[in-house]
């Protein structure tokens, strides 16, 4: 199964994040899916972590993610997942409940290079009506937290504790970081990209938990052009892992979406790479705070859309699920 451009030239990707399917919620979730798809019709579905919840038996994690997959299988749109910090549990690891994400006919999530952290680092080419690749979509995976480290430093010490000191150099974050060996394949691979096609593979990439970077954006709203909004602290590792150096290095990144901070849906440009949240859809997930406010008043997803005669470029938008009948776009 290949990505490809639409017969219009275009490619459009929804980006659906903290969707904490739990069986507390119901169906309210898978609801919500499937609502954004009706009314944006996108070529393709991408789940940005904080997948599922409360799978605390077997048959739970099974049925959840038969049914987070399930609006995109129904509806015959390929997707493709990858992990947030809550996803794993002490019952089942990533490894486990990757097989059952790819038991999914149309899913195109893999697990990814042996040998370097994370489950779910991976590259996926979009070609034009004559098989070349015209871009791409990188995934990663963006680990969980100090304290539950997937891939525990060789540190002697306690790391959680000389990282976390009592004045931060971010937001205070406990979470862990992409590691140098992700950073290092997505560097090399991209250069044999562009070897083999004869130009860079223009792309956005996909993780869950944001960079140090993204407080550019709400730090200079003007400069950045940032619309949509800022909520909540960016909850970014303390430690850099140097992926943003390494982007802007090669240059064939446009575009990086996280998810994580549920109240957060801005996006903005910065050094000609545009960073967004892709907010929470998911009903069991936290809300808005406010309890004034109405605590699903931001529930839904980010739509990036492509356009074959311009792959240099993307736009996107935050969709609220709720907001409106009709058809968008």
Known sequence: MDLRINKDGKFRILILSDAHHAPKTGMETIKAIGSLIDRTHPDFVFLNGDNIAGHATKRNCIDMISQIVSPMEERGIPWAHVYGNHDKTWRFSKEYQQSLYESHPLCMSRSGVENIPGVGNYFLPILDDKGSVVFGIWALDSMQDLSIMDNPLPYKGNLEKDVLLPVRLTTGSDADWIRFEQVQWYYNLSKQLEKNNGHKIPS???????????????????????????????????????????????????????????????????????????????????????????????????????????????????????????EFG
């Not at 440009?269 to 605590?295: M, Q």
């Open 204 to 326: 956005i990439m996909c993780f869950h938990q944001p960079l140090y970077e993204f407080n550019a954006i709400v730090r200079n709203p003007k400069e950045t052009k940032m619309k949509g909004e800022w909520n909540e602290k960016i909850s970014c590792s303390e430690v850099n892992g140097g992926l943003f150096s390494a982007i802007l290095e090669r240059g064939d990144i446009l575009g990086v979406f996280c998810g994580h901070d549920h109240n957060n849906t801005f996006d903005g440009v910065y050094c000609n790479i545009t960073l967004g949240y892709c907010g929470s859809v998911g009903y069991h997930a936290y809300g808005i705070k406010n309890p004034e406010e109405d605590r699903e008043r931001l529930r839904g997803g980010r739509i990036v859309d492509i356009d074959s005669l311009e792959t240099k470029r993307i736009t996107t938008e935050y969709i609220i699920q709720s907001a409106g009948n009709g």
